[in-house]
């Protein structure tokens, strides 16, 4: 039944459960070895088959095991670490570039995976659609008059409040995915056989383990590749530090009391409600760019970009075109 529901082939948990749930000594004897006979003759090759093409080494025992866990929480989410040394190494060509530390998901949907990148980066998305759609909408009326916005102020009004809060979470989201996507460098790179090669300082490997994210976007690239890419004055740095950090912090930090000398003489405040849509797009640009520059400085101009890279540096260059 594991089988099937990797397949993606069951449409509830109660199906799934089953052959648990039935009592088979009061089922005809014929109704047995008919079920019985269509899982030797048609379901079994079909499991066999996907656990051949997507595993290496998943056998009937690893099935069962892998049964029991899926039955005790109505689903599995386990990392894929753990899932390759308790059940099956996972084909590369299943992952499909998808990083080392992804989390393996089985649902009613099937075999999935999931990492913080992803979906941080389809908030990023699901945000900036959601302006687009908003500034759609008020764009007919920025040239009524006045009086005829006051008269229509609670449908204009809503339409600004969605706005203000696709923005607010898309700069939220596109600083939370630059530390999410540089964490999972830090990641890999700390499991991965190359580090031992790698005469780290102790200053280098405890950033690995975490730090302010300015230092792990100006260091990591040097400490993963072996050479730097950022020199100290370089723009791209600069405009996250100065224009995603400072508004992300007054978001995460949201307080009245402004105190500019104890902040580097920015204005918490004034920050939280200067945040508007162009902001967030800034964001979302200046935030792709370093992403995309780390990657190709270390994986190589030849490594294919991730796909929900790939999918956020197509919609951001659509909106610009």
Not at 225 to 235: F, I, M, P, R, V
Not at 304 to 317: G, I, R
Request: contains cysteine; glycine residues 6%.
């Amino acid at each position: 039944m594991v089988g099937r529901l990797i397949l993606g082939q069951l449409g509830t948990w109660e199906e799934f459960l089953r052959v648990d749930l039935e009592d088979l000594e009061s089922l005809p004897r014929r109704n047995i070895k008919a079920g019985a006979a269509d899982v030797r003759k048609r379901l079994s090759k079909e499991v066999k088959s996907f656990c051949s093409r997507n595993f290496v080494g998943m056998g009937e025992a690893n099935l069962s095991d892998l049964y029991e866990e899926v039955k005790a929480h109505r689903g599995l989410e386990m990392p894929l670490p753990d899932f390759q040394v308790k059940f099956a190494k996972v084909k590369d060509a299943v992952l499909k570039g998808q990083p080392r530390h992804s989390t393996v998901v089985i649902s009613l949907w099937g075999l999935q995976f999931k990492y913080p990148e992803s979906l941080l980066a389809k908030d990023v998305l699901e945000s900036l659609g959601l302006i687009r759609e908003a500034n759609s909408k008020l764009t007919p009326h920025d040239k009524q008059p006045h009086s005829w916005v006051k008269s229509n102020k609670a449908k204009i009004a809503q339409l600004i409040r969605r706005r203000e809060s696709a923005s607010r979470m898309c700069l939220l989201s596109c600083f939370n995915l630059v530390e999410a996507f540089l964490n999972g460098l830090a990641w890999d790179f700390s499991r991965s056989p190359e580090i031992e090669s790698k005469l780290l300082s102790n200053k280098d490997r405890n950033l690995l383990k975490d730090g302010p994210v300015g230092d792990k976007i100006r260091k990591y690239p040097r400490i993963i590749s072996g050479s730097s890419l950022w020199d100290g004055n370089d723009d791209l740095v600069r405009g996250f530090m100065d224009c995603v950090k400072p508004f992300r912090d007054s978001l995460v930090h949201a307080s009245p009391f402004s105190d500019p000398d104890r902040y580097g003489g920015r204005d918490k405040l004034e920050h939280l409600y200067r945040i508007d849509d162009e902001k967030a797009k800034e964001a979302a640009q200046i935030s792709v760019e370093i992403i995309e520059k780390v990657f190709r400085h270390i994986k190589g101009s030849r490594m294919p970009l991730p796909d929900w890279l790939k999918e956020l540096s197509e919609a951001l260059n659509a909106d610009v075109n």
